[in-house]
């Protein structure tokens, strides 16, 4: 009698133990499950990026934000949640899963590419120097040798610069005088403009649009600086990560075949770039 009872207990807790499982194992599923089954995404995104990402009127927008919208037909139904984040915060947020994806200009390097899992590319990512409008002196990479610097701490265009003073230190030059790092290229543009920096090296996708913005105030050197790169979104390098990685890559190719990536490129930046459809270019730096 005492066994019996005890058989029946077991096989009850067994029961339940199984109800509960069944459930919760149906609604784990990869990130993508997820997503769809909670009709909602929440990305990291640095709002302080024009024209990538920008805040008007309380709202995020820019480039990546339209393309974005184009993305997201894909998930229908999902809401889009967007936190707004220093730029150096994004990628160890997305480590530690604070949230789904990056979404914003983010460069495809050597570095990143071997912890994170990139999207395809959204835009050229390549190297420029802004100079003030009445710079003479200095016109290619080696007139930077003695000046002072600026770029975003954390940035791939910081990674181009500091490769570069080392590259004028090989060839026998003082290298740069010093390397100023800002939280935001904004506070490098200021300094720029008043004199407390020579130059700064930011991508040349952004540049065009600033020097729009400000007239008289900027020109960018002819040279640019480091090897060809681009700017791509970024997911968690891991098989729960996969198939919602994919999902935003294969839209990113639609966007890009049927003229929808240079229709906005030339609404935010007023020109077009050529970036790869097919795949993610091993990067050199």
Not at 18 to 38: E, I, M, S, T
Not at 86 to 104: E, S
Not at 154 to 180: C, H, N, R, V
Not at 232 to 253: G, P, Q
Request: net charge neutral; glycine share 8%.
């Amino acid at each position: 009698m005492h066994q019996s009872f005890r058989t029946l207990i077991l096989s009850m807790a067994g029961a339940l133990a199984l109800c509960v499982a069944v459930p919760g194992h149906a609604q784990d599923g990869d990130l993508l499950a997820r997503v769809k089954a909670n009709k909602a995404i929440t990305v990291g995104t640095e709002a302080r990026y024009a024209p990538f990402e920008s805040i008007e009127n309380g709202k995020i927008v820019g480039y990546d934000s339209d393309l974005l919208q184009y993305v997201l037909k894909s998930l229908p139904g999902v809401e889009l949640k967007q936190l707004d984040l220093p730029f150096q915060g994004l990628l160890p947020g997305l480590d530690a899963k604070r949230f789904d994806m990056v979404i914003t200009a983010v460069t495809v390097n050597k570095d990143r590419a071997s912890h994170f899992a990139f999207t395809l590319p959204v835009a050229d990512a390549t190297t420029g120097v802004l100079l003030r409008s009445n710079e003479a002196a200095i016109k290619s990479p080696n007139d930077l040798n003695g000046k002072v610097v600026g770029s975003q701490t954390g940035s791939a265009q910081l990674l181009a610069l500091t490769a570069l003073d080392k590259k004028l230190k090989d060839a026998g030059g003082p290298g740069i005088k010093e390397i100023k790092q800002y939280v935001a290229f904004d506070e490098a543009y200021a300094d720029l403009a008043v004199g407390r920096l020579d130059a700064v090296a930011q991508s040349v996708a952004n540049l065009g649009p600033l020097m729009k913005s400000r007239p008289g105030v900027f020109i960018i050197m002819p040279s640019t600086i480091g090897p060809k790169s681009y700017f791509a979104w970024v997911a968690r390098k891991d098989a729960d990560s996969a198939s919602l990685l994919k999902v935003f890559s294969d839209a990113i190719a639609r966007a890009n075949q049927d003229g929808t990536m240079k229709t906005l490129q030339q609404k935010w930046f007023g020109a077009t770039m050529d970036v790869p459809s097919d795949a993610v270019p091993e990067p050199s730096m």
